[in-house]
């Protein structure tokens, strides 16, 4: 059972380069979610998609777009990384709001040099 | 007031103690709470809901007061595996979730 899978898992940049971490989901899941956890600041959104064809931004959109390819597929994208992106992201998805249960990839750990 | 707030911790305690985590929220308007846990380096996983009624799985217990907008999770006879990060989630807009930072618990032999 795949559930949420990430890719990469991990990836160095340069400062200024550009990257999309891919995530897909085989649950049908209607809404997904991209994270970012840093050392001391917990789990941070920065963009989800509560169903096909929308997205919205979380708390910390800043520096990042998002694509929700189809049903399955949501990719974030660092246009011009900076060595604050430094992070673990964490896809995400979710049946519904109500059951609350979210089901996490295993992070993409990106460093930004 | 920030949106959901946690002690980080670390609690330590013995295997076999009783402890209790609190986190509370801002947004009175949220009607979904949650519990996960985290290990070190690792997803987060759902633990349990946290019903108006409060609610038990084992030894764990949550329990919702709306009044204070507060959540609690009581972890009874502690085992060396429940060792983890204990994070509290909170309906945010939208259908978005909202993570307090985590509380850490290290149960020791």
């Known amino acids: 059972n795949a559930g949420v899978t990430q890719t990469p898992k991990f990836q160095v940049l340069k400062t200024g380069q550009s990257m999309t971490l891919q995530c897909a989901q085989d649950m049908n899941h209607n809404s997904m979610y991209w994270y970012r956890q840093d050392p001391g600041m917990g789990l941070r959104l920065i963009y989800y998609s509560a169903s096909e064809g929308t997205t919205d931004k979380g708390e910390v959109p800043n520096g990042y777009n998002v694509s929700r390819l189809n049903k399955r597929e949501f990719s974030l994208r660092l246009e011009s990384a900076a060595p604050s992106q430094t992070s673990v992201y964490f896809c995400?998805?979710?049946?519904?709001?109500?059951?609350?249960?979210?089901?996490f990839g295993e992070g993409s750990r990106l460093t930004v040099l | 007031r920030k949106e959901v707030e946690q002690d980080p911790g670390p609690f330590n305690v013995p295997e076999g103690a009783t402890v209790a985590f609190n986190c509370t929220y801002s947004n009175s308007a949220s009607q979904s709470f949650f519990w996960y846990r985290q290990d070190c380096r690792k997803e987060p996983k759902l633990l349990m809901s946290v019903y108006s009624s409060g609610n038990e799985d084992g030894r764990f217990t949550a329990q919702l007061n709306r009044a204070s907008q507060y959540i609690s999770l009581l972890i009874r006879d502690s085992k060396l595996s429940d060792s983890a990060t204990y994070l509290c989630?909170?309906?945010?807009?939208?259908?978005?979730?909202?993570f307090g930072k985590g509380t850490r618990l290290l149960v020791k032999p």
């Open positions: 989630v909170v309906e945010g807009q939208g259908f978005s979730f909202i």
């Open positions: 995400a998805s979710s049946d519904s709001r109500n059951t609350g249960e979210l089901f």
